[in-house]
């Protein structure tokens, strides 16, 4: 006769008592390492989703373009698994680019400041479900290098972009480059606004780009989310991972 200890599958400890059984009579351990963040596990899950290797691959299955429905299919997980993990990933996004923002050293500020001087900031729609149901992107990119320097989601409203500049506001930006629509115009002051398309070619790539990669966004029909919060997620990881540099 052979035992196998039952070890923890976070800490990998065999300090483990037996918890009981699930519904369906599978054993339930406790992890007693109280350092570990494990405390109940089971020995095989039957619920792929729960596995983090799992949820990992839906995370960079999406980032591949893939939609909710093929990365349930290929991973064999139902579609509501990959939207709770999904989901899950929210408080990850931020929407401003704190790496780029901690690197103002008060010392050099006026160095930094230069390289931040001329923004481009527009909008990229899509809409949920239905047209009526408009969600746009607004972002805001360093002329210079292309780097993102912060986004937010909304209605195409005034009150928007006013989150928007308030993010901006550390970064001492002082040109802007729009296109000139109302909100622009309204919000930013003249002698620090250029309204034209020829200087904004980095922005609109970008916005291309993401079109490019997100089936979300290309497709009008049926691969566009019926939740307003899976696709502000979604859109989020990328601007996230491609534009911030940040692995979600
Ligand atoms: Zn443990």
Not at 14 to 22: F, L
Not at 33 to 43: A, G, H, V
Not at 129 to 136: F, L, M, S
Not at 143 to 160: C, I, M, N, S
Request: charged fraction near 25%.
């Amino acid at each position: 006769m052979v035992l196998i200890p039952v070890e923890c599958p976070s800490c990998q400890r065999i300090d483990v008592s037996r918890y009981g059984t699930q519904p369906n009579g599978e054993q339930r351990y406790r992890c007693n390492n109280t350092d570990c963040p494990r405390t109940i596990f089971l020995l095989h899950y039957h619920d792929k989703g729960r596995l983090p290797a799992v949820k990992q691959q839906i995370v960079d299955m999406t980032l591949n373009g893939s939609g909710v429905r093929d990365i349930g299919r290929v991973l064999g997980v139902s579609a509501a698994t990959v939207i709770d993990v999904l989901k899950k990933k929210e408080p990850d996004l931020v929407p401003v680019n704190a790496r780029l923002l901690r690197s103002l050293d008060p010392e050099q500020v006026e160095v930094i400041i230069r390289k931040v001087e001329d923004a481009e900031i527009d909008e990229m729609w899509s809409f949920v479900g239905k047209k009526r149901q408009q969600r746009w992107l607004w972002h805001a990119i360093d002329h210079h290098t292309g780097q993102v320097l912060a986004y937010v989601f909304g209605r195409r409203e005034d009150k928007v972009f006013l989150q928007l500049q308030a993010l901006l506001a550390p970064f001492g930006i002082t040109r802007f480059h729009t296109d000139g629509w109302g909100a622009y115009r309204r919000h930013i002051d003249a002698d620090q606004h250029t309204v034209g398309k020829q200087h904004m070619q980095k922005i609109e790539r970008k916005h291309t780009t993401l079109r490019a990669r997100i089936k979300r966004l290309a497709r009008k029909t049926i691969c566009f989310s019926k939740s307003i919060q899976l696709h502000d997620i979604v859109i989020g990881l990328f601007s996230n991972r491609f534009a911030f540099g940040r692995a979600v």
